[in-house]
Nanobody
Framework: QVQLVESGGGLVQPGGSLRLSCVAS????????MGWYRQAPGEQREFVAG???????NVADSVKGRFTISRDNAKNTVWLQMNVLKPEDTAVYYC???????????????WGQGTQVTVSS
C-alpha cells in the first residue's frame, strides 16, 4: 500500500505565496520522478512541475519564474513553492510519484488526493 499525502493548500490573496508538501509513504522500494499537476474547475488536469531523483527539474511555462519544485529523497517528500500567485492558479493541486514497490515490480505512477489552492482577494 502506497500513500501520497499533500498539504499546504489554502486561500491566498493575489501576489501571495504558498508552499505545498507531498509525502510518499508505505511499501516503497524506489522513487524515480515526482511532480505536481493541477486541475481547475471544468478544465483538464495539467502539468505544473516535475523533478527527477537526481534533482533535474521541469516547470510549465505558465508558472516558470514563480513556482519552484524541490525534493528530499531521504524523506520521500516533494515541495512546490508558489510565489506571486494569480487568480488563474486556482485549482486542486495533485502530487505524483513514479515508484516501484519492490525490486521486481514495474514502475508505476501514484497520485495524492489533491489539495485546494484558491487565489482570490
Amino acid at each position: 500500500q502506497v500513500q501520497l499525502v499533500e498539504s499546504g493548500g489554502g486561500l491566498v490573496q493575489p501576489g501571495g505565496s504558498l508552499r505545498l508538501s507531498c509525502v510518499a509513504s508505505g511499501r516503497i522500494f524506489s522513487i524515480n520522478a515526482m511532480g505536481w499537476y493541477r486541475q481547475a474547475p471544468g478544465e483538464q488536469r495539467e502539468f505544473v512541475a516535475g523533478i527527477s531523483s537526481g534533482g533535474r527539474t521541469n516547470v510549465a511555462d505558465s508558472v516558470k519564474g514563480r513556482f519552484t519544485i524541490s525534493r528530499d529523497n531521504a524523506k520521500n517528500t516533494v515541495w512546490l513553492q508558489m510565489n506571486v500567485l494569480k487568480p488563474e492558479d486556482t485549482a486542486v493541486y495533485y502530487c505524483n510519484a513514479d515508484l516501484r514497490t519492490t525490486y521486481y515490480s514495474v514502475w508505476d505512477r501514484y497520485w495524492g488526493q489533491g489539495t485546494q489552492v484558491t487565489v482570490s482577494s
